[in-house]
């Protein structure tokens, strides 16, 4: 079938994001004199909001409420001042997008990055393209609870029964599910194929342009699960 919207996770599906997270990470790290980590520990930290990100870099020490309040405005400081350093859309993401653009399908963003960065970030990296861009707000609950995402689809004014979700892990999946909506794994992105697989992704893409190809109906199934 041809879906009308999707919606997409940001970090790991559009954009390639991890180093700059990693290394925010680590710099707070290094000013607390606390164990540094490696990038595909990063790979599992994120995917929760920058809170929870948080909370899984630090010692067990420093995650009481005041130190994590401390922790997280000086990762949000350093984020912001270096959240382009590396960070680029992955290959192949410009053209599906313009792919999807002439087919009229809709898309948009759901993220557990706070809202206004987030924002900030797909203006900076896909600039105009996206009018619907939802990221953590206080009072909701991020993924993989739905909440933001029915908000976003009525916003969209989106079919459930002809909308995708797109991400690149079991959060995103799960996600997906619990909003009563088919889920489809980026295999470009930070997890793996069998994190995905498990938490029951309708279709595995090994490429934006396959990715397309499924969203436009012009495939049934991604490759990697063949």
């Known amino acids: ?52 990100l948080c909370q899984r870099f630090v010692p067990e020490t420093a995650r009481d409420e005041a130190s994590q309040k401390e922790v997280l405005a000086k990762f949000s400081a350093r984020y912001a001042a270096h959240k382009e350093d590396t960070t680029a859309p992955y290959p192949g993401i410009e053209e599906m997008l313009d792919r999807l653009t002439a087919a009229g399908v809709r898309y948009g963003v759901l993220t557990n990055k706070e809202h206004t960065l987030a924002q900030g970030v797909m203006e900076h990296y896909f600039p105009g393209r996206f009018a619907f861009v939802q990221g953590a707000v206080p009072g909701v609950p991020v993924k993989p609870d739905p909440t933001a995402l029915h908000r976003l689809l009525e916003r969209m004014g989106a079919e459930e029964g002809r909308t995708l979700f797109v991400g690149d892990s079991d959060v995103d999946i799960h996600t997906a599910h619990n909003a009563g909506l088919p889920g489809a794994g980026a295999l470009w992105g930070f997890r793996t194929k069998e994190e995905l697989t498990a938490a029951g992704a309708e279709m595995l893409a090994s490429s934006p342009a396959e990715l397309a190809r499924y969203i436009l109906g012009e495939v049934h199934t991604g490759e990697a699960r063949e």
């Open 1 to 52: 079938m041809r879906y009308d919207t999707v919606v997409f996770d940001l970090d790991g599906t559009l954009l390639n994001t991890l180093q700059d997270l990693a290394d925010a990470a680590n710099y707070v790290c290094r000013e607390n004199g606390w164990p540094e980590h490696t990038l595909d520990e990063y790979r599992y930290f994120v995917g929760n909001g920058i809170p929870k």
